[in-house]
């Protein structure tokens, strides 16, 4: 994991004297700093200390000795991390080729392996909106001819490019653990994939996209898969037709307690699964006639909805808006504007390329088209800011940036312990190996 800006402003400042003589060699003159204190703090409390660092200073920390670098074996220490550890809304990005919609751009600026396996290394940009940093991760274990499709609980979840039949696997990309899923029942192309992971459950939703023919699609089916703590599981035995005619978004879906959304076209509007009951049903869309570019997004529990409004044959002035879903289901209610003067410049930027979005916690990222601008709302703050592009690729931050393909965001909660996919190690079933 490499830090974006390594030198990291300190909370207060330290002042250290060096003497000679008597006194002793690096004293700090900073009663905070004395070692005769921190030296005798109890190894469950700086255990405890540990646990609350942000994952790139954990992972620096563990150079520091033996047992700190055994820390993540130890399942006190990770029973105790699941516990205190502050949820952190970060945000993980890949590079995508615009031709084909689902294909990961695979990075080769490394090579190959020193053994001779010229296999491309799948890699990811992790985003902290806290402290506007990019950190790389690199996802070595992930073979060749999978796409991450969607992220929930610490977990990414990658699917096979190929049509047919889909094989997906479950990654923790902080620990490098990999898990396999049943293959779907259905064959499809580029089916919308929905994920839910909590501490005693994992649901995923494949959706649209079914091969009719070898060379025709429609999007005609779900398919779920569920297994819990209390040891009931569906392998892909629940089904669910999709309403008639509907134009999902391939490859977008949000979860928001217990159902997913995604967005529906010609004309827009919402379309929800709600898996407990295996159902699907529509929500009409606001101003859906005079959308650009919307996108669904989740914030705090409940679905936003980001849109471009053109409207000016009514005398409306153009925007950028976003409005909640209530608790009804049924009903949006605006609640936030981009201010006319940044929108002015959002419009001259994104030059009506287009526009995506992705939210996670208090967080909105907006990512332009063809550009390597990008903009950060906080919605608690009311604060809108210009993102840096990521410095670990070429092009910047563009969505569909020439050669250096489309950027496709996940929210993404990092953490050290996901020991939720030890339910899946009760499953006997033969699996397919991957390995290359």
Same mark, same amino acid.
């Given at each position: 994991?490499?830090?974006?800006?390594?030198?990291?402003?300190?909370?207060?400042?330290?002042?250290? &004297?060096?003497?000679?003589?008597?006194?002793?060699?690096?004293? &700090? @003159?900073?009663?905070?700093?004395?070692?005769?204190?921190?030296?005798?703090?109890?190894?469950?409390?700086?255990?405890?200390?540990?646990?609350?660092?942000?994952?790139?200073?954990?992972?620096?920390?563990?150079?520091?000795?033996?047992?700190?670098?055994?820390?993540?074996?130890?399942?006190?220490?990770?029973?105790?991390?699941?516990?205190?550890?502050?949820?952190?809304?970060?945000?993980?990005?890949?590079?995508?080729?615009?031709?084909?919609?689902?294909?990961?751009?695979?990075?080769?600026?490394?090579?190959?392996?020193?053994?001779?396996?010229?296999?491309?290394?799948?890699?990811?940009?992790?985003?902290?909106?806290?402290?506007?940093?990019?950190?790389?991760?690199?996802?070595?274990?992930?073979?060749?001819?999978?796409?991450?499709?969607?992220?929930?609980?610490?977990?990414?979840?990658?699917?096979?490019?190929?049509?047919?039949?889909?094989?997906?696997?479950?990654?923790?990309?902080?620990?490098? @653990?990999?898990?396999?899923?049943?293959?779907?029942?259905?064959?499809?192309?580029?089916?919308?994939?929905?994920?839910?992971?909590?501490?005693?459950?994992?649901?995923?939703?494949?959706?649209?996209?079914?091969?009719?023919?070898?060379?025709?699609?429609?999007?005609?089916?779900?398919?779920?898969?569920?297994?819990?703590?209390?040891?009931?599981?569906?392998?892909?035995?629940?089904?669910?037709?999709?309403?008639?005619?509907?134009?999902?978004?391939?490859?977008?879906?949000?979860?928001?307690?217990?159902?997913?959304?995604?967005?529906?076209?010609?004309?827009?509007?919402?379309?929800?699964?709600?898996?407990?009951?295996?159902?699907?049903?529509?929500?009409?869309?606001?101003?859906?006639?005079?959308?650009?570019?919307?996108?669904?997004?989740?914030?705090?529990?409940?679905?936003?909805?980001?849109?471009?409004?053109?409207?000016?044959?009514?005398?409306?002035?153009?925007?950028?808006?976003?409005?909640?879903?209530?608790?009804?289901? &049924?009903?949006?209610?605006?609640?936030?504007?981009?201010?006319?003067?940044?929108?002015?410049?959002?419009?001259?930027?994104?030059?009506?390329?287009?526009?995506?979005?992705?939210?996670?916690?208090?967080?909105?990222?907006?990512?332009?088209?063809?550009?390597?601008?990008?903009?950060?709302?906080?919605?608690?703050?009311?604060?809108?800011?210009?993102?840096?592009?990521?410095?670990?690729?070429?092009?910047?931050?563009?969505?569909?940036?020439?050669?250096?393909?489309?950027?496709?965001?996940?929210?993404?909660?990092?953490?050290?312990?996901?020991?939720?996919?030890?339910?899946?190690?009760?499953? &006997?079933?033969?699996?397919?190996?991957?390995?290359?």
């Amino acid at each position: 994991m490499d830090a974006f800006n390594t030198s990291l402003p300190l909370p207060f400042t330290y002042t250290f &004297t060096i003497s000679t003589g008597n006194s002793s060699m690096g004293t &700090t @003159s900073n009663p905070w700093m004395d070692s005769r204190i921190w030296s005798k703090l109890p190894q469950r409390l700086l255990d405890r200390v540990i646990a609350f660092l942000p994952p790139p200073a954990y992972f620096r920390a563990r150079s520091v000795c033996k047992r700190w670098y055994g820390l993540l074996f130890s399942n006190s220490f990770l029973e105790m991390y699941m516990q205190v550890s502050p949820r952190r809304h970060w945000f993980l990005f890949f590079k995508q080729k615009t031709m084909l919609r689902t294909y990961i751009y695979r990075n080769n600026n490394n090579g190959g392996s020193s053994n001779g396996d010229n296999r491309a290394i799948y890699e990811g940009y992790l985003f902290d909106p806290y402290d506007i940093a990019w950190y790389r991760l690199s996802f070595t274990l992930i073979p060749p001819g999978f796409s991450p499709s969607s992220s929930s609980g610490g977990l990414v979840c990658w699917v096979s490019d190929e049509a047919g039949t889909k094989n997906l696997i479950l990654c923790n990309p902080l620990v490098g @653990s990999v898990t396999q899923l049943p293959p779907t029942l259905r064959p499809r192309l580029f089916p919308s994939i929905g994920l839910t992971v909590s501490p005693t459950s994992i649901d995923v939703a494949v959706a649209g996209d079914d091969l009719i023919s070898p060379y025709a699609v429609k999007n005609l089916t779900t398919e779920s898969f569920h297994i819990d703590a209390g040891g009931f599981y569906s392998l892909w035995g629940t089904t669910s037709s999709l309403p008639r005619l509907c134009s999902l978004e391939s490859g977008r879906m949000v979860n928001v307690q217990g159902k997913f959304y995604c967005m529906n076209y010609s004309p827009f509007s919402v379309l929800a699964y709600d898996i407990s009951v295996n159902n699907w049903f529509k929500i009409q869309a606001p101003m859906r006639r005079f959308l650009r570019s919307p996108s669904l997004v989740e914030s705090r529990g409940k679905l936003i909805l980001v849109a471009a409004v053109e409207k000016s044959k009514l005398n409306v002035p153009k925007s950028l808006r976003l409005w909640g879903l209530q608790a009804c289901g &049924t009903t949006w209610v605006e609640i936030e504007r981009m201010p006319l003067q940044l929108y002015l410049q959002f419009a001259e930027v994104e030059g009506e390329n287009g526009f995506e979005c992705v939210g996670h916690g208090e967080f909105i990222v907006i990512m332009i088209r063809q550009s390597d601008r990008a903009l950060l709302f906080d919605i608690c703050r009311k604060r809108w800011q210009w993102i840096p592009p990521c410095p670990y690729i070429h092009g910047g931050f563009g969505v569909g940036g020439g050669e250096g393909g489309e950027l496709h965001g996940f929210a993404y909660e990092p953490r050290l312990a996901t020991p939720v996919v030890g339910l899946l190690d009760q499953l &006997t079933l033969p699996f397919q190996s991957f390995s290359g």
